[in-house]
């Protein structure tokens, strides 16, 4: 069965640093990985998604790479705002005939002004 | 354009009563999903279907579960006689579903139950 970790469960930094949020699942056979922000009582919105013979992707100030022989993918945010807090989640995919997202429980970031 | 719409947005309801929550999955999508998410921790998969076709069902946690997509487009998750331990958000997320690139999942704004 699929399990996927983030670590940690909560950060917090001050604005304008760099930061990794890590995100780790024990079967190396998957399809894609997304990143996911989840913003206070709201749904889910995607960040990132990476196919599973891609190592990384980029938009904007977010990088996420992915290492699938190692069941691990990080997400880096550069010179993070107080808008970046939120939940982020990871989530993998493992493809057709087994579509559903097994997810992480999240890491709860806060960016201090 | 439109994305993934839920209705009702919050519920409160007492045990022991039925409720159903809706969602209207994008236009066009051929898959939908549907997850619970207990709070602080992450979605966990309940059904999918494809189409009108309930492909996976394995998440469910009861018979009191039950969902239905009659026409291929929204969806309806129904619990009855409701308990304490179903309060959480339900999400529906859709995707397109035709080829490699497009099995990126999309999520409503989910529905937050309250069961009292």
């Known amino acids: 069965k699929q399990e996927v970790t983030q670590i940690p469960a909560a950060l917090s930094v001050p604005e304008g640093e760099n930061l990794v949020l890590n995100c780790s699942f024990t079967?190396?056979?998957?399809?894609?990985l997304q990143w996911f922000r989840q913003d206070p009582g709201k749904g889910l919105t995607s960040l990132l998604l990476i196919q599973s013979s891609q190592r990384e992707q980029t938009s904007g100030r977010l990088n996420a790479s992915l290492d699938k022989s190692s069941g691990r993918s990080t997400l880096y945010i550069a010179a993070s705002q107080p808008g970046d807090s939120a939940t982020y989640l990871c989530?993998?995919?493992?493809?057709?005939?087994?579509?559903?997202?097994?997810f992480g429980t999240g890491t709860r970031l806060t960016i201090i002004p | 354009g439109a994305g993934v719409s839920q209705s009702p947005r919050y519920k409160v309801a007492k045990r022991g009563q039925d409720v159903a929550l809706r969602c209207d999955p994008i236009?066009?999508?051929?898959?939908l999903f549907w997850y619970q998410q207990a709070l602080g921790q992450g979605p966990e998969f309940l059904t999918y279907f494809q189409n009108e076709a309930q492909l996976d069902k394995s998440g469910l946690p009861s018979d009191r579960f039950f969902a239905e997509r009659p026409e291929g487009s929204v969806s309806t998750l129904k619990i009855q006689r409701t308990q304490q331990e179903d309060s959480a958000v339900y999400l529906c997320a859709s995707s397109l579903a035709k080829n490699r690139d497009s099995y990126e999942q999309y999520f409503g704004p989910g529905t937050r139950l309250t069961v009292t």
């Open positions: 079967d190396s056979a998957i399809y894609n």
């Open positions: 236009s066009g999508h051929v898959s």
């Open positions: 989530a993998v995919f493992l493809g057709f005939g087994n579509e559903k997202l097994t």
